[in-house]
């Protein structure tokens, strides 16, 4: 069992900064893949990142590439997006996720074992 918390979400400018962090308590977290997802209202939950157990792979859409940064810090079991120029359209409710090793690669919500509660981000116009 892996219990995720996120937080960093909030109300932010079109065209500001967004950090997002993602604590996963216990021993166990550098085994796993992580993943970021994010769900809009009246949407389907998206994949927005992901990064390899190590750190050494990452993975991103189109929409996120160039805007958005994953990284993870072993030592501190956090998982990290980093969201610059962002836009309207990226209000939503982000969720970050954990799956076992090979997750990364994979866009699908169903790859994923483990979620958290998510952390609202809103961006005005």
């Known amino acids: 069992q892996v219990q995720l918390v996120e937080s960093g979400g909030g109300l932010v400018q079109a065209g500001g900064s967004l950090r997002l962090s993602c604590a996963a308590p216990?021993?166990?977290?550098?085994?796993?893949?992580m993943g970021w997802f994010r769900q809009a209202p009246g949407k389907e939950r998206e994949f927005v990142a992901a990064i390899s157990w190590t750190g050494g792979s990452t993975n991103y859409p189109d929409s996120a590439k160039g805007r958005f940064t994953i990284s993870r810090d072993n030592a501190k079991n956090t998982v990290y997006l980093q969201m610059n120029s962002l836009k309207p359209e990226d209000t939503a409710v982000y969720y970050c996720?954990?799956?076992?090793?090979?997750?990364?690669?994979?866009?699908?919500?169903?790859?994923?074992?483990?979620w958290g509660q998510g952390t609202q981000v809103t961006v005005s116009s």
């Open positions: 216990g021993r166990t977290f550098r085994n796993y893949d």
């Open positions: 996720a954990a799956g076992y090793k090979g997750s990364y690669a994979s866009t699908f919500t169903t790859t994923y074992h483990y």
